[in-house]
């Protein structure tokens, strides 16, 4: 059993707080000043678990020699240069010197490509990096997770993960989960009572430990380890760095790549085995040059850096995700967003600004409305009569001390600007109270709070327990949702006293409520009860039975303005195929109200968590897809509202903040946490944080995930058309050799390219036009579209033909070239073997920039958007840049078997590579009439 022990070798579980406190040297009020929390963090250092040592870079670089292919590469440049030695017929081993130095730029590239990915998904994880409340220098504080040290004073709220191991020394209820810690299931009540030094890990109930969570209540600790010394830090093991599954996505490119890789493989082999027995190729020497051609062919052709790009791909659709405030966590949920059909958010601060003010108090006597604007102190309290009678006026303070005592939310000023610590609703309450004259400080210390009951979403109810200094006695103040509240009431406030609470008052105020809510204002209800001092002991939990017999103190009606780019956020995901639905636990009637207006639901229909719960889940299913709006809802009919719009075949993305939320968020086919408002077992259960909590955000999010897709299918065109081309080019050229002029000399090899020719092509000019188009703008045309369906591949029908249909043209234009160049064949020409290669090797590099042009669409015509992928344009620059390099510069031509070519030359290349933008325009514009018409 490990104990932690305290500096000066104290076990802080045996402690009592104010001795370890003195300990650790922390003031259980102020907590640590900033200077000496700076001291530790330097001595302590950051309060982090190291998971594996990183790899160095010279190891990652030389990971990418681990492929099959490259070592075959490897073994090509050997025998390459095996032969040279054999031959000596060049100053240099040219060819050899090319092919390996095509194998360390193909290398560099990826590494590249890998680190950057690699950065990507770190600084993402920064991005989502926890946080913890603290006190400091007497304030409280939000810091990061990983700047806690020893003796700090933590706050921890429900939902929050425990970020460091800490003795609890005040709490309300505080219950935790340390399943990931001991194993153990049911939550742990913690306390703030010593236990023996000896005692297990799972029974220390004044302690709580990094990476469990808080499932109910608050509490202050002290922290008393940080980091490796935390108990989950002594786990070895356990820190193996968290790896990224690959994605659905990236597992079927693997899957296509290895079926095109074997497919290819075959064809080198036939064709290296035809031409040895067909050409009869005897000679040792020709048989090494016709394996070097077979291996260049494969690798060539292979897309074995698919899921490398894929993955730089979608790291780069993520950060620019994060630009737009959607953090995602896991790379899979970018290409789900693309498919979502469904967006189930909740209301509060999703798609309302989450800016609560009161505008209407109602009590028994009176109702008034409340002026101001924002969560400054500025504002009147206006009855609806003109004036205040005595007993309208004590049942208002009643009302608001009530709402103020219950309440753990503060207001300050900052710079000019009031500013909500805590829940807006609850701060809300306070600005109310400050209106009404009444003062903070002075109900303080009238009511000092001795007990409380939290706030949890099932409940949709708080309470507090406080202590009359003046009346003697208690008094529990109590605040919630008005339909759950006066079923615990049976009295009414009424002036300075109560009276019973009648069936026609209870459906009175029932019915002013529904009035609020109709003016779409977000209701609470108040209610008090007077206990005798016995009733409640300071420091035990609360009775379940202080919560009842309550007197009902009145209404308040706040707003909770829908955020202003929420309407056209809910316009603009209908117009791209995606329902939205709201999910909240407001009153059924906001609900319906603000969905009216938002354009969510048009008929005002609303269907509450109680009638849910009265459905089987085939009703469930029926349901959910004819109404678009649930009220009072618990997080666990979240759960099976998900399954039943799955069921209609939705692809949900739904939202959530709570602890409660997390089993609905893992559900979801895309779960979304709230970053701001959430709690931090949401955003470890989702698969998108939210920075700003805003609906726009995933809408704006689904569209990142839609362009992202979008472009990994334009460079599966654009690299399986040009792999197709080059593998045709050899295959027909070899077959046809005769027919099109290549010389065929008895016993030697003459090919359409030569190996390094297609290595050239396909691992150096075409890597800069692909990683291009992995970046290409999104095009607005793409939220007008219905989403992608479920199980749809990567690769379509349609996307294939017009691979195939580019591969063809690709083909034949090089090998017409070549022919052309040659004495002999279709096409008579008078140049020699090495022009015509380098002639038929530009077209071929050509046609691939012409076709970037084509990949962008199977529909759209190259020619809309043009210009606007400056990348795309710099890469093709690049290619051609480096083209001209090969065929021009003598150490180079003799690497490459190139000669230069004239302006005639280029003109006839240029020409003949351009005929694959034509063609294929002809035929998207087919393509467009028979969609049109209806045709697939
Ligand atoms: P959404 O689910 O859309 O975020 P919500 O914030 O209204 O909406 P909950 O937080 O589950 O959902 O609150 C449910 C109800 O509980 C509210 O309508 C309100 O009546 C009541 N309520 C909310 N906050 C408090 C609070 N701090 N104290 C007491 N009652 C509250």
């Not at 006066?486 to 406030?493: G, I, S």
């Not at 209610?527 to 009733?535: F, N, Q, S, Y």
């Not at 195929?577 to 229909?605: F, K, M, N, Y």
């Not at 933008?917 to 514009?925: A, I, P």
């Amino acid at each position: 059993m490990t104990v932690a022990p305290a500096p000066d070798g104290m076990v802080p579980h045996a402690a009592a707080p104010r001795e370890l406190a003195k300990a650790l040297g922390t003031d259980l009020r102020c907590g640590l000043s900033s200077a000496e929390a700076a001291a530790r963090l330097r001595r302590h250092g950051r309060n982090e678990l190291i998971a594996e040592a990183p790899v160095p870079a010279w190891r990652r670089f030389l990971a990418q020699f681990q492929d099959v292919l490259v070592v075959l590469l490897l073994v090509a440049t050997a025998i390459s240069a095996g032969l040279w030695l054999h031959r000596r017929d060049a100053a240099l081993p040219y060819e050899a010197i090319a092919i390996f130095a095509v194998v360390l730029l193909n290398a560099a590239m990826g590494y590249v490509q890998e680190t950057r990915a690699a950065a990507a998904v770190a600084a993402l994880r920064a991005l989502s990096a926890n946080a913890a409340s603290t006190i400091r220098d007497g304030e409280r504080r939000r810091i990061a997770a990983a700047e806690l040290v020893p003796g700090d004073l933590l706050l921890v709220e429900e939902g929050d993960t425990i970020p460091a191991d800490a003795r609890v020394v005040a709490t309300t209820a505080l219950t935790t989960g340390e399943a990931a810690l001991t194993g153990e299931s049911l939550p742990v009540h913690k306390s703030i009572d010593v236990v023996d030094a000896d005692t297990g890990l799972g029974d220390r109930v004044n302690m709580v430990f990094t990476g469990t969570t808080a499932t109910y209540g608050r509490g202050m600790a002290v922290v008393t380890a940080t980091g490796m010394q935390t108990e989950m830090g002594r786990i070895a093991g356990m820190l193996t760095g968290a790896t990224e599954e690959p994605t659905p996505l990236q597992r079927e490119l693997d899957r296509t790549g290895k079926v095109i890789g074997l497919v290819v493989v075959g064809i080198a082999i036939v064709m290296s085995a035809t031409i040895i027995v067909v050409g009869d190729v005897r000679e040792a020497a020709s048989i090494a040059d016709v394996l070097i051609f077979g291996v260049a062919l494969a690798v060539a052709a292979v897309p074995e850096g698919l899921p490398a790009i894929v993955t730089a791909v979608l790291a780069i659709g993520v950060q620019r995700m994060a630009r737009r405030s959607a953090i995602v966590r896991h790379l899979a949920a970018v290409e789900t967003l693309g498919s979502a059909s469904v967006i189930a958010s909740d209301k509060t601060g999703t798609l309302t600004k989450n800016e609560m003010m009161v505008r209407r108090l109602v009590t028994s006597s009176c109702g008034c409305s409340v002026g101001g604007s924002g969560y400054g102190p500025d504002g009147e309290l206006a009855p609806d009569g003109g004036t205040f009678g005595d007993e309208a006026r004590a049942e208002i303070d009643r009302l608001l001390t009530a709402a103020d005592r219950a309440n753990n939310a503060d207001v300050t000023e900052q710079d000019g600007r009031w500013i909500v610590h805590g829940d807006p609703t609850e701060g809300a309450l306070r600005v109310a109270a400050i209106k009404a004259g009444l003062r903070s400080a002075d109900l303080a210390a009238r009511l000092p709070r001795i007990g409380e009951v939290p706030f949890s979403s099932e409940r949709k109810l708080m309470s507090t327990i406080h202590r009359d200094v003046r009346g003697g006695g208690n008094v529990v103040f109590a605040k919630g949702a008005p339909d759950v509240l006066l079923q615990r009431c049976t009295r009414e406030v009424l002036g300075d006293g109560t009276r019973p609470l009648t069936e026609d008052r209870r459906r009175e105020i029932l019915h002013c409520n529904d009035l609020l809510a109709r003016d779409a204002l977000r209701t609470l209800g108040v209610a008090v009860r007077e206990v005798p001092a016995e009733a409640f002991r300071e420091g035990t939990p609360p009775d379940p039975s202080l919560e009842q017999e309550l007197a009902f103190a009145g209404l308040i009606g706040m707003i909770d303005p829908p955020r202003p780019e929420a309407a056209a956020a809910v316009a603009r995901a209908s117009g791209a195929g995606i329902r939205s639905v709201l999910i909240t636990g407001d009153h059924p009637t906001t609900a319906a109200i603000i969905a009216q207006e938002l354009g969510i639901s048009a008929d005002g229909r609303a269907v509450t968590g109680a009638e849910l719960e009265r459905m089987d889940d085939a009703a469930l299913v029926r349901t959910v897809a004819e109404v678009s709006v649930f009220a009072r809802v618990d997080p666990l009919h979240k759960l099976r509202l998900v399954k039943a719009l799955q069921a209609n075949g939705a692809i949900v993305a739904m939202t959530g903040d709570g602890v409660n939320d997390a089993p609905a968020l893992k559900t979801a086919d895309i779960g979304i946490a709230m970053g701001v408002t959430g709690t931090d077992v949401s955003k470890e259960a989702a698969d998108i944080v939210l920075a700003d909590d805003n609906f726009a955000t995933i809408v704006a999010a689904v569209e990142e995930g839609r362009a992202i897709f979008a472009n990994i299918r334009k460079f599966l065109r654009f690299l399986l058309s040009s792999n197709i081309g080059e593998v045709a080019t050899m295959f027909f050229g070899v077959l046809l050799a005769s027919r099109i002029g290549l010389p065929s000399e008895h016993g030697t090899l003459v090919l359409p390219l030569i190996a390094t020719q297609i290595l050239w092509i396909n691992l150096v000019t075409d890597g800069a036009p692909a990683l291009a188009l992995g970046v290409d703008p999104a095009d607005a045309s793409l939220m007008r579209k219905a989403p992608r369906a479920r199980g749809e591949r990567v690769i379509t029908a349609r996307m294939w033909r017009g691979i195939v249909l580019v591969g063809a043209i690709m083909a034949a234009g090089t090998l017409y070239v070549l022919d052309a160049a040659l004495p002999g064949g279709f096409v008579e020409g008078r140049g020699t073997l090495v022009h015509g290669q380098t002639m038929a090797f530009t077209t071929l590099m050509l046609f691939q920039l012409f076709n970037v042009l084509n990949a962008r669409s199977d529909e759209q015509s190259a020619f809309v958007r043009l210009f606007t992928n400056g990348w795309l344009w710099l890469a093709i620059a690049l290619s051609i840049g480096l083209q001209l390099l090969v065929i021009h510069v003598p150490a180079l031509q003799r690497a490459f078997g190139t000669v230069a070519l004239g302006w005639s030359d280029w003109l006839r290349c240029v020409a003949v590579a351009s005929s694959v933008l034509w063609l294929r325009e002809l035929s998207k514009l087919a393509t467009r009439a028979l969609s049109r018409r209806g045709v697939e």
